[in-house]
């Protein structure tokens, strides 16, 4: 069964733009706030990895807009585990509004050592995300 | 033939992250400063379509990053029209560092009327973007 | 005496920079998440206001940096009204990690209408500001 | 006679906000787009200072806003040095559109090493600071 987390966040006034609502480009800062929050949730912490001289870079990244988000927008973003592979995995994600589902996306990651070469994922943490 | 356009920008601090590179969602922004530049030299001003009661909400983004940037770098966008349909546009882009690629991306666009309900492009928007 | 709250947040990693700290810029971002909250939970939610015509404008805004704030760390604005005058007020905050007082601040506002002049504040929040 | 310089830019959307207006933190952005775009003219490029182990952390920052800005329009930041002491510099910024004063500030810089531990600056640079 592949891991997920559910993310409550709330939209801020610097993430919106003069049109009303949050600019699209914040989408990917939730995503990123979901993600980082079920890494670390799992055991996964940003600063332990980097400590072990792993890093991910983001390689590509898609968001589907549904639905506007506005001001104070209480929202819950899930996220998934997608494909998990030797030096890279993706995460897909969904933000709803109550019941409504007002974007979803996907990331992909790829694993780097402190030189910024690709490397294989910790083995021990690819077995956590492939669930 | 289809339209492009090309926009310098140069990599803010603010831009960046703790990894020493662009924050991954500033793509979408300098695709963003590229099409709003891309579309007022075309004579499609934001402000002259938003008082003639056409806007547009961006319902679809892809970034696809190939390489690093980082603070100060000089960049050059290129914009370029690719679909265009009764009432969505979409357009492709490529930020290049000197010759090399570091991202590519595109973008697709509902227009909308005031209360937001999806409309048609206005046609002389539209016979411009299809060049 | 005078209101208060805390807020706490947690240090995304959008909000660094190549410096391995949070850019500076954000700090501002930080005082006016806690200031909305302060104010949603005082019973003056944004949209409230705005329905009845009251707005904020920035009117100056100050902050002296004590430490580095880095990524995921946990932090608490407190928030605290300054002045309340009859168009304006101010508020002061200060930005903790655990002990340790990272930043300190302030910052102005006036009370504006739809038409973006100046304004006195409803009566009934300027008496809840007061205290 | 102090140094200064002129830096013209133009507001992206991304930093509006829903009051249809910059958002107030970012003119902190355009004082730093300018204060760097201001030092590596005159030669003192963030890369070049970092290889030699000299770094500047912001102390404080002040920002007056004096009239909205909105998407689109053109403005020209006036960067200014301020004082010049051994281990610290400030910068005096003003932003107008067109004869219009949009916003007055300041910022204060310590000098650090690569340990983050406050440092004189380098005599070069300071003589150069003081013009």
Redesign the interface.
Known sequence: MPRRAETPLRV???E??????V????H??YF??AR?EFL?EGGW???ALAAAGT?F?????????RA?L???DAIVVTTRVGEVRTRSCTFEYEIRRGDTVVATGTTAHVCVDRE?RAAPLPESMRAWLAG
């Open positions: 801020r006034f610097a919106t733009d003069a049109q009303g609502v600019y699209h480009a914040n990917l800062v990123e706030v980082g670390r912490a940003y600063e890093f870079v983001v390689a590509e990244a898609r968001v589907t807009y506007p506005r001001y104070d910024g």
